[in-house]
T-cell receptor
Framework: EAGVAQSPRYKIIEKRQSVAFWCNPI?????LYWYQQILGQGPKLLIQ????????DSQLPKDRFSAERLKGVDSTLKIQPAKLEDSAVYLC??????????????FGEGSWLTVV | AQSVAQPEDQVNVAEGNPLTVKCTYS??????LFWYVQYPNRGLQFLLK??????LVKGSYGFEAEFNKSQTSFHLKKPSALVSDSALYFC???????????FGSGTKLNVKP
């Protein structure tokens, strides 16, 4: 079974530029998450989708961050304009809500962003 | 409020010795509890989970965790540590009512030869 796919793995941009990250969840997983992980800290939820609807985006800085999951499968997270404090790892994850594997979040390898 | 606490930023243990990484939680209703491991420059990998049933849960790479409802704890354990176990470990709790995950701040495990 293929895992959660993310791209790009690494990105360096200047402040005020824009960047987009892509995520393809595990096949059949209805719930998709984007987390931000700053070095040395635990993951912080940015947005959670159930199929193509938003479940929770309370911690998403909506003035600069946006995310979509138009067809209920893959998703894109965009930052525009980027700030220095956005330097972090952006982790995509997905989960299955039924069956034996329900409830467990599976993470991708992350997209590492450096803003200079 | 829902929360997860990992009271130790770092745990040091000698190879071959048993290890424990501590986790306590606060959640309304029945908790779903998880442990994840993160190696350098990698995403989080699922180790094990407790949803219901036996309080002792066995997971990947020889790790196990014990759910203690009265102490609201879910400590991660391994009988004999390996140098390759050195990594960052995260405890997480899922609120069954609100379908949200809460992660601890992480514990860095150092296993020395």
């Amino acid at each position: 079974e293929a895992g959660v796919a993310q791209s790009p793995r690494y990105k360096i941009i200047e402040k005020r530029q824009s960047v987009a990250f892509w995520c393809n969840p595990i096949s059949g997983h209805a719930t998709l998450y984007w987390y931000q992980q700053i070095l040395g800290q635990g993951p912080k939820l940015l947005i959670q989708f159930q199929n193509n609807g938003v479940v929770d985006d309370s911690q998403l800085p909506k003035d600069r961050f946006s995310a979509e999951r138009l067809k209920g499968v893959d998703s894109t997270l965009k930052i525009q304009p980027a700030k220095l404090e956005d330097s972090a790892v952006y982790l995509c994850a997905s989960s299955l809500e039924s069956g034996q594997g329900r409830g467990t979040i599976y993470f991708g390898e992350g997209s590492w962003l450096t803003v200079v | 409020a829902q929360s997860v606490a990992q009271p130790e930023d770092q745990v040091n243990v000698a190879e071959g010795n048993p290890l424990t990484v501590k986790c306590t939680y606060s959640v309304s209703g029945n908790p779903y509890l998880f442990w994840y491991v993160q190696y350098p420059n990698r995403g989080l990998q699922f180790l094990l989970k407790y949803i219901t049933g036996d309080n002792l849960v066995k997971g990947s790479y020889g790790f196990e965790a014990e759910f203690n409802k009265s102490q609201t704890s879910f400590h991660l354990k391994k009988p004999s540590a390996l140098v390759s176990d050195s990594a960052l470990y995260f405890c997480a709790v899922r609120d069954e009512d609100f379908n949200k995950f809460y992660f601890g701040s992480g514990t860095k495990l150092n296993v020395k030869p």
